[in-house]
């Protein structure tokens, strides 16, 4: 059973990678994506392996956070575009070509350096239009009306601006769940849907899981994809999720309502440190905890130094300073037999390994490391002794 689920788990992600390349682009840390800035840096053996970065959901440290008071502040304005667009605009109030706004755009965010250039115009027109994808569109023949097309420049300066394009959109997808998206909270990336799949296997390795409550807690739950996708999987699983800030909190109860998954979903804005208690025990602690080290938080692009709260990214010196408070408090939180999910560095596994072997007492037992499709080692599972 278990070769059985993992040979689906990989026709799945090859099936992604190869027929999703323009979401992946815009969405994901691949190093083939083009599509560097909405990432954070990890690291390979102590070299930057950057697209330029990774990302991650949205729980928000304490420590270093007068980092994060910077978003909104380095965004380069879009005056230089003004008067250029004042002469396409002057006969805005005639319908236009999408193809020709699309090879516009393309060609102004290529002269402006913003990464991806033709999947963002291609994104923006389509979003303006109502579809998902701009390939579901006929470009030869569809014009944008004139209030089309002033939506269409609009949200383009926004991406000039290096603003994300998922908050841009305004949503954006998360396994087979859509999820409304808003700064600062940050943007689940592939990487954290490959956390959930390999959660998903291991659970349904279980055969008896389907006749068993289970009881999630979600460390930093930022838009909810986590706790939601869990949710949405198993429909006898009931979710704890906590988070500092409360844009994230209010985030995640709103795209619970928009998915009726609200009933299910427990979430609670609080600091989770060695002193958390919930009055329960739960199955499965999960977690994409801050785990960008701080000599790497310089190294930081546009788009997050612009828009996301730094907060959520910074672990520390190492990277490890909430890894390691999930670890201590999760033993007493788990219940007998009970498992903690981490999307990590590729540094921390062997950091991880070390500090287990550093506290028997916590009686976890690091039992899987995983690799992301880039071969990098960044899901851990640790498993409490019964």
Not at 68 to 80: E, F, H, K, L, P
Not at 313 to 325: A, E, F, K, S, V
Not at 372 to 378: A, M, T, V, Y
């Amino acid at each position: 059973m278990r070769q059985l689920l993992q040979r689906a788990l990989q026709s799945r992600t090859f099936y992604w990678n190869r027929l999703s390349n323009l979401r992946t682009c815009t969405q994901g840390v691949r190093l083939y994506s083009k599509l560097d800035q909405f990432c954070y840096p990890v690291s390979l053996k102590g070299q930057h392996c950057l697209n330029k970065g990774d990302f991650r959901s949205g729980y928000f440290q304490s420590v270093n956070c007068s980092l994060s008071r910077s978003y909104y502040t380095n965004v380069t304005t879009s005056q230089d575009l003004k008067s250029e667009n004042e002469e396409v605009l002057k006969d805005a109030s005639e319908d236009c070509p999408v193809l020709e706004a699309v090879s516009y755009w393309t060609r102004e965010f290529e002269k402006a350096g913003v990464p991806e250039p033709d999947a963002s115009a291609e994104y923006v027109a389509a979003h303006v239009l109502g579809y998902k994808s701009f390939s579901l569109i006929s470009p030869l023949v569809r014009n944008l009306t004139a209030e089309e097309r002033t939506k269409v420049w609009k949200l383009c300066e926004k991406r000039m601006n290096r603003m994300p394009i998922q908050y841009i959109l305004g949503e954006w997808d998360f396994r087979d769940l859509n999820l409304v998206m808003r700064p600062p909270v940050f943007i689940p990336r592939p990487e954290t849907e490959e956390l959930v799949e390999h959660l998903w296997l291991y659970l349904q390795e279980d055969l008896t899981r389907e006749e068993e409550d289970l009881d999630v807690l979600e460390v930093g739950c930022g838009s909810g994809a986590i706790s939601l996708s869990l949710l949405q999987e198993f429909p006898q699983a009931s979710c704890t999720a906590v988070d500092v800030t409360k844009e994230a909190v209010e985030l995640t109860q709103h795209n619970a309502e928009r998915l009726g998954l609200g009933d299910r979903l427990d979430v609670k804005q609080m600091q989770f440190n060695t002193s958390a208690d919930f009055g329960t025990k739960f199955d499965v602690i999960v977690s994409n905890p801050p785990y960008i080290w701080t000599q790497d938080m310089e190294t930081l692009e546009q788009e997050i130094v612009g828009y996301e709260n730094h907060c959520a990214l910074h672990g520390g010196t190492d990277g490890m300073g909430l890894i390691r408070d999930i670890i201590h408090t999760g033993h007493r939180l788990l219940k007998p037999g009970g498992s903690i999910w981490l999307e990590v560095d590729p540094r921390h596994p062997d950091m991880i390994q070390t500090y287990l072997n550093n506290h028997v007492q916590y009686q976890l037992q690091l039992t899987g490391v995983y690799q992301d499709f880039n071969n990098r080692p960044r899901f851990c599972c640790l498993e409490l002794r019964e």
